[in-house]
């Protein structure tokens, strides 16, 4: 049996670039995927704000193991959504010794 409770969906996304047909570009996300995950909370702070404090939480995601450049492997470039919840993704490492999860250090991103 693992150690991990893997029993959340996240859907891992990779952002698309697209022209806006007037000179500029407009940024969307696609989804690649459905991966199962465990979500624990790591650090968070608080740090001032342009107009008040503004909060900023870490998580550590981990999930199953995927090979390097397998589209199912997240990438620092990526996100993991869950919902209307979505989590940036900082690191990817591997999360034990025999290789068979991930880790991904993430930051939850709040809209403002």
Same mark, same amino acid.
């Given at each position: 049996?693992?150690?991990? @409770?893997?029993?959340?969906?996240?859907?891992?996304?990779? &952002?698309?670039?697209?022209?806006? !047909? &007037?000179?500029?570009?407009? %940024?969307?996300?696609?989804? %690649?995927?459905?991966?199962?995950?465990?979500?624990?909370?790591? &650090?968070?702070?608080?740090?001032? +704000?342009?107009?008040?404090?503004? !909060?900023?939480? %870490? #998580?550590?995601? #981990? %999930?199953?193991?995927?090979? @390097?450049?397998?589209? @199912? *492997?997240? *990438?620092?470039? @990526?996100?993991? *959504?869950? !919902?209307?919840?979505? #989590? *940036?993704?900082?690191?990817?490492?591997?999360?034990?010794?025999? +290789? !068979? #999860?991930?880790?991904?250090?993430?930051?939850?991103?709040?809209? &403002?």
């Amino acid at each position: 049996m693992s150690r991990y @409770q893997l029993n959340r969906p996240m859907v891992l996304e990779e &952002a698309v670039v697209q022209p806006d !047909g &007037a000179g500029g570009h407009t %940024l969307d996300w696609q989804a %690649l995927g459905t991966l199962w995950a465990e979500l624990r909370p790591g &650090a968070g702070r608080e740090r001032r +704000g342009e107009i008040a404090p503004e !909060g900023t939480m %870490l #998580f550590r995601i #981990f %999930l199953r193991a995927a090979p @390097q450049g397998s589209p @199912q *492997r997240p *990438r620092p470039d @990526q996100r993991l *959504r869950e !919902g209307a919840r979505v #989590f *940036r993704i900082l690191t990817v490492s591997e999360a034990d010794a025999a +290789g !068979g #999860f991930l880790i991904c250090h993430a930051r939850e991103e709040v809209p &403002a």
